[in-house]
């Protein structure tokens, strides 16, 4: 299964059956019995209900953060209460029609483990309780070190130039292990520059995607690797019907790390012979200052449906 991550930069990838049962034989009986057998503490009992600490509440078995002390109120209910979630994407949501009647159900969305239920009956903004087992949950002082499973992913950018920022945008947004994929103007001497002034070709700025991605699922030269399939690095100031400086072909680097695998790949290519006789002329310079596209530029071909010339490069 491809990795999934949330906005707020987590690995939701779902857990396989067996690692959830290895981390759920560490449970105290009370904590599996909730969270494996859909339990319920008994009100008023739990040790989070009464708690006041600013912090973070973590499933108990997987480590993912489900709610926050900013968001927890108290309903009198006998349950520890949130008007809302950490992250929506890390609570999963469905039906529950145990007891005679319907309620919905919350669970944790990387294990599946069973936090609770929530009501329509909470406080503003969002009028929802989410009334949950202490049972369920592990909490984390805000000033307390959290485990690598309760922390974001620890993420490296990258930023490419080739043509048209809306087709790599969206294939990098398909790749594994790529949390975010932004169109943008890079390496140009204008600040917050407009489409409008990059179209004119005289601020110097290209076209660019800035590439947030998790190495542990996809490696710097796998985005090269892609980059390279997407367009035609062959191609100067221009891409296809494109023609100006801001659709050139460029690479951008963050580090010595990444500039030494742009270029060792460059080289690679150029022996290779895939390209015949043309010479690439792709760009490596040190990465300046990202600006970031308007809002109508992101996520354009998902949100249009138009095609692209861009080659799907997984």
């Known amino acids: ?21 290895r981390l759920a034989a560490k449970l105290d009986p009370e904590s599996y019995r909730v969270t494996q057998k859909s339990g319920t503490e008994p009100p008023f009992c739990g040790n989070l209900l ?3 600490k600013a912090g973070v509440y973590c499933c108990i078995v997987c480590g993912l953060p489900l709610f926050s002390s900013e968001h927890k109120f108290h309903s009198g209910t006998g349950w520890p209460s949130f008007f809302r979630e950490f992250d929506p994407q890390h609570v999963a949501r469905k039906a ?6 319907v309620r919905t159900e919350i669970a944790c969305i990387r294990c599946g483990a069973h936090l609770g239920h929530v009501f329509d009956d909470g406080p503003p903004p969002t ?8 049972a369920a949950l592990r909490f984390y002082d805000e000033k307390a070190e959290r485990p690598p499973q309760s922390i974001p992913v620890q993420t490296e950018t990258a930023y490419f130039a080739g043509g048209c920022f809306w087709g790599l945008e969206y294939y990098f947004q398909q790749g594994p292990g790529v949390l975010d994929a932004v169109s943008g103007y890079m390496q140009g001497e204008v600040e ?15 076209e660019t995607v800035k590439v947030v991605f998790d190495p542990r699922h996809i490696t710097y030269r796998r985005l090269l690797q892609a980059f390279f399939d997407m367009h035609d690095p062959t191609q100067l ?4 019907p494109d023609v100006g400086r801001q659709y050139r072909s460029g690479i951008w680097y963050t580090s010595d790390a990444q500039r030494e695998a742009a270029e060792a790949y460059v080289r ?47």
């Open 50 to 52: 009464d708690n006041k």
């Open 192 to 206: 917050r520059p407009t489409y409008k002034q990059v179209c004119t070709d005289t601020t110097g700025h290209a």
């Open 127 to 134: 009028g929802e309780r989410h009334c949950l087992n202490s």
């Open 237 to 240: 100031n221009r891409q296809g």
């Open 1 to 21: 299964m491809p990795p999934r991550y949330s906005k707020s930069g987590y690995d939701i990838t779902p857990l396989a059956r067996d690692e959830v049962a």
């Open 96 to 101: 529950d029609r145990s007891h005679g009647m």
């Open 268 to 314: 690679e290519l150029s022996a290779s012979g895939r390209f015949g006789r043309k010479a690439i002329v792709t760009q490596i310079e040190p990465a300046k200052t990202f600006w970031p596209a308007e809002d109508y530029h992101q996520d354009y071909i998902e949100k249009t449906g138009r095609a692209c010339h861009v080659r799907n490069p997984w």
